[in-house]
């Protein structure tokens, strides 16, 4: 499955992505499509797409952790990895590390 969530993606871009994806709202985009195509459909992102569309886009893989997040310009949700895993920032605060609530213990 290919899920692609967009800011505001250029009118020819927005109607090229119609012809391989249902659009339940408005710049969100939803396939499933195969690998081989998701490939395509990223590059053509890539190439076609400014930095101000803010493109976040969620492929399922074979491989743990079973999809993989690709983000291009302002997405306005950042894109963090930890321990692997890609995830998605919804909010983020800067705490200390001395104020956590296991700090200092051992593991």
């Known amino acids: 499955m290919l899920v692609v969530i967009a800011n505001d993606l250029p009118p020819a871009v927005r109607g090229r992505m119609k012809l391989w994806f249902i659009e339940p709202r408005a710049n969100i985009f939803v396939s499933g499509a195969k690998d081989s195509l998701a490939k395509k459909v990223v590059d053509y992102l890539h190439k076609h797409c400014p930095p101000k569309s803010g493109v976040m886009i969620f492929n399922s893989s074979n ?45």
């Open 63 to 107: 491989t743990a952790p079973g999809y993989e997040v690709y983000g291009m310009g302002d997405t306005r949700k950042g894109l963090i990895e930890l321990s692997g895993l890609q995830l998605v920032i919804e909010k983020s605060a800067e705490i200390p590390v001395n104020n956590l609530p296991d700090a200092g213990k051992p593991l």
